[in-house]
């Protein structure tokens, strides 16, 4: 049972352009829903996160949204680059020192 | 600064054969510790996690195993490995407090 579903399973972008993924959840005791990038033989690495209480954080081209009645959360990447092809997962927590990640997008951006 | 210690990088293993993974971490005590499974285009799945020495909490019933036996060494094992164990293990660990998840740079099992 996956608690957090993600969405589109892959995409593709010209540099420039802004991919979206998205993300939901049913749990409404998540209080914490981080990103990771993945490069192909690396382990993930925290990239953004945010909490409930604010509905965008921006850290340089990335971007959470978050919609706390819908329960939802999305990812976007500004102005993207070749550099930010690779694989994303949202994930979500209680503060139980786990956490639950979604399937993973596979982000490639064309040149 | 914390680093963490994941070995061997890749490992070629024949069915039945047994498995011992190891993952240490330096730069912090008393962290929580991890082991997740990453298969082909797949998403991460917990194996297991320790919030402590001898603690271990299994998350999906398997054919592997985990230990803690020092405050920052995490062990994956298996007696006798199969086909479906293939796959990319990663070994984690959260400080105390927010929850930040940091993961070693993993171990790519294939089991032939």
């Known amino acids: 049972q996956q608690q957090v579903k993600q969405s589109p399973q892959s995409l593709i972008v010209q540099k420039g352009g802004i991919p979206i993924i998205n993300c939901a959840y049913e749990?409404?005791?998540?209080?914490?829903f981080p990103w990771y990038q993945q490069f192909p033989g690396k382990g993930p690495a925290l990239l953004i996160a945010?909490?409930?209480?604010?509905s965008e954080k921006k850290e340089g081209r990335f971007t959470i949204s978050f919609n706390k009645s819908a329960k939802q959360f999305s990812l976007h990447i500004m102005d993207s680059q070749p550099g930010d092809s690779a694989t994303y997962f949202c994930a979500a927590s209680k503060n139980d020192y786990k956490l639950s990640f979604g399937a993973g997008t596979t982000v490639t951006v064309r040149a | 600064s914390q680093t963490i210690h994941q070995w061997p990088a890749t490992l070629v293993q024949p069915v039945g054969s047994p498995l011992s993974l190891e993952c240490t971490v330096e730069?912090?005590?008393?962290?929580?510790l991890y082991w997740y499974r990453q298969a082909a285009g797949r998403g991460l799945q917990l194996l297991f996690y320790?919030?402590?020495?001898?603690?271990i909490s299994s998350e999906v019933p398997q054919n592997l195993s985990a230990s803690r036996p020092q405050d920052r060494q995490f062990i994956l094992s298996s007696k006798k490995l199969l086909l479906s164990d293939s796959g990319f293990y990663l070994c984690a660990w959260m400080g105390r407090g927010p929850e930040k998840l940091f993961f070693g740079s993993g171990t790519q099992l294939s089991v032939l």
């Open positions: 730069g912090t005590s008393n962290p929580n």
């Open positions: 749990n409404t005791a998540f209080d914490y």
């Open positions: 320790s919030v402590g020495i001898g603690q």
């Open positions: 945010i909490r409930p209480d604010v």
